[in-house]
């Protein structure tokens, strides 16, 4: 995934304190332009500038708008809780070509992942709006999406504290944990379930509202990977 810093400059300053829960996606009702076109777009509607945190182009490049920690200007609501993704193009008259596809999907899982959140929205979802358009492969998404989480399903026994014995599903965990902010110990993902691993687990959990007992069952599974 290449993803390209923008270096827009924000008037007035950004509201920071953004929360994400979810990703909600737009077109930009455009069939050509950059980065810096919606920047100077929003700023003439008056706000700071660029109201997405991102946006994909038709080659497949990405470009950042607002730093994910801002809060966006894209969806009335829900610019306090969401990651605003535009795409180039007007997909109310035309589909969405293959490179512009797999970098859209590339950059919702990974946006996902790391905030450990799994709704996607189109903004006409959300706001009255037509955006992002009756061609846009919105229900395609979602499931290349979703198929990506089923792969990983449970193991069937429980994840606990051994840290002489190497466990694949245990690095499993370790990874994911560390990919949305929970330190697993100087040793990082290593397979080996130690105390570090089960206090991660025990703050997930904890975070989460689940039992805390630093053990992998079925349920923390499934709300490290739901
Ligand atoms: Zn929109």
Redesign the pocket.
């Known amino acids: 995934m290449n993803i390209i810093n923008s270096n827009l400059k924000f008037r007035n300053g950004l509201t920071y304190g953004n929360n994400p829960k979810m990703v909600i996606l737009?077109?930009a009702d455009s069939v050509r332009c950059s980065i810096e076109d919606i920047h100077n777009w929003h700023l003439a509607n008056g706000w700071s500038g660029c109201g997405y945190h991102y946006l994909v182009r038709k080659n497949g490049m990405i470009y950042t708008g607002r730093n994910e920690k801002a809060v966006g200007a894209?969806?009335i609501k829900y610019n306090t809780v969401s990651i605003g993704i535009c795409c180039e193009g007007n997909f109310n008259t035309d589909g969405m070509g293959s490179a512009q596809y797999s970098a859209l999907i590339d950059l919702i899982k990974s946006t996902l992942n790391r905030y450990g959140i799994s709704k996607i929205h189109g903004?006409g979802e959300l706001n009255s709006?037509d955006?992002?358009g009756n061609k846009f492969p919105l229900n395609r998404i979602r499931r290349e999406v979703s198929e990506q989480k089923i792969s990983l399903i449970y193991p069937g026994y429980l994840l606990k504290m051994n840290s002489s014995l190497f466990d694949g599903n245990v690095k499993v965990v370790q990874e994911k944990l560390l990919g949305i902010g929970y330190n697993v110990g100087k040793y990082g993902a290593d397979g080996y379930f130690g105390k570090d691993t089960s206090e991660a687990v025990r703050r997930f959990q904890k975070d989460r509202g689940l039992l805390v007992d630093g053990i992998v069952g079925r349920d923390t599974w499934g709300k490290l990977f739901g």
């Open positions: 737009h077109h894209h969806c903004h709006t955006c992002p």
